[in-house]
């Protein structure tokens, strides 16, 4: 069986169409599919990565591993003389530019935050309130300049006509600022708001919302609990 030509592969990776031949050939050719798979794969996670992702310069170990699968020699730059298909090139040249883009966007997270890891800056279990059946957690952190609150209320009951609210509140509950709300699991990753002082609003409370177009707070509270800052 004669199989698809690597250049020919790379175009329809690309986003060309295949020729009717190289169509009919890989509906029924394993070996040739994997390899446009392998090049789409390429190409897809290529071009997901723009500008916003603010690439870096990658070190010079990063063009001398290019090199080495291109078995390029040093201060080489033309491949008129290479002998292995262009398709070959490209998947090693284009893995290569994703890896350098990957790794780029990761030092850029690291080195603007400064951690590798998010700061716990607290954390409380949530306790049920009035005659309800369910208790939880919730947690504060902190990676760079933004601060995510964490809650867990494993087993809460579905509610047919509303949802579930979480809130930040004065230690009194006299003032309460809604900040997001809870998925079907009872877990919820919330950014809160810039400026908003966990210290201020150290209550956390999780309540049952309706669709009623008031955006207050409906008085019925499931679980509460006092962060330790």
Not at 27 to 34: D, F, G, I, L, M
Not at 36 to 39: K, V, Y
Not at 111 to 116: C, D, H, L, N, P
Not at 174 to 188: E, F, P, Q, R, S
């Given at each position: 069986?004669?199989?698809?030509?690597?250049?020919?592969?790379?175009?329809?990776?690309?986003?060309?169409?295949?020729?009717?031949?190289?169509?009919?050939?890989l509906?029924?050719?394993?070996?040739?599919?994997?390899r446009?798979?392998?090049?789409s794969?390429?190409?897809?996670t290529a071009?997901?990565?723009?500008?916003?992702?603010?690439?870096?310069?990658?070190?010079?170990?990063v063009?001398?591993?290019?090199?080495?699968?291109?078995?390029?020699?040093p201060?080489?730059?033309?491949?008129?003389?290479?002998?292995?298909?262009?398709?070959?090139?490209?998947?090693?040249?284009?893995?290569?530019?994703?890896?350098?883009?990957?790794g780029?966007v990761?030092?850029?997270?690291v080195?603007?935050?400064?951690?590798?890891s998010?700061?716990?800056?607290?954390?409380?279990?949530?306790?049920?309130?009035?005659?309800?059946?369910?208790?939880?957690?919730?947690?504060?952190?902190?990676?760079?300049?933004?601060?995510?609150?964490?809650?867990?209320?494993?087993g809460l009951?579905?509610?047919d006509?509303?949802?579930?609210?979480?809130?930040?509140?004065t230690?009194?509950a006299?003032?309460?600022?809604?900040?997001?709300?809870?998925?079907?699991?009872?877990?919820?990753s919330i950014?809160?708001?810039?400026?908003?002082?966990?210290?201020?609003?150290?209550?956390?409370?999780?309540?049952?919302?309706?669709?009623?177009?008031?955006?207050?707070?409906?008085?019925?509270?499931?679980?509460?609990g006092?962060?330790a800052?």
């Open positions: 069986m004669e199989h698809c030509n690597d250049d020919d592969l790379s175009i329809i990776a690309l986003g060309e169409p295949a020729s009717p031949a190289d169509e009919a050939h509906q029924q050719c394993p070996r040739c599919q994997s446009l798979d392998q090049l794969a390429v190409v897809s071009r997901q990565i723009d500008a916003k992702d603010g690439l870096m310069t990658p070190p010079p170990a063009w001398d591993a290019i090199a080495d699968e291109l078995d390029m020699q201060g080489v730059t033309s491949l008129n003389s290479r002998r292995r298909p262009r398709s070959g090139w490209l998947l090693a040249a284009a893995a290569a530019a994703v890896g350098v883009a990957i780029s990761a030092t850029i997270g080195t603007s935050t400064g951690e590798t998010p700061a716990v800056l607290a954390e409380v279990g949530l306790e049920p309130v009035g005659d309800q059946a369910v208790s939880g957690a919730a947690r504060i952190e902190r990676v760079g300049a933004t601060t995510t609150l964490s809650v867990e209320v494993p009951p579905a509610v006509d509303g949802y579930y609210e979480v809130w930040m509140a230690a009194d006299g003032t309460m600022v809604a900040v997001g709300t809870l998925d079907a699991d009872g877990t919820g950014t809160l708001p810039g400026g908003m002082d966990v210290a201020e609003f150290p209550l956390v409370d999780v309540s049952i919302e309706h669709f009623d177009g008031d955006a207050g707070h409906s008085a019925d509270s499931v679980v509460r006092l962060l800052t």
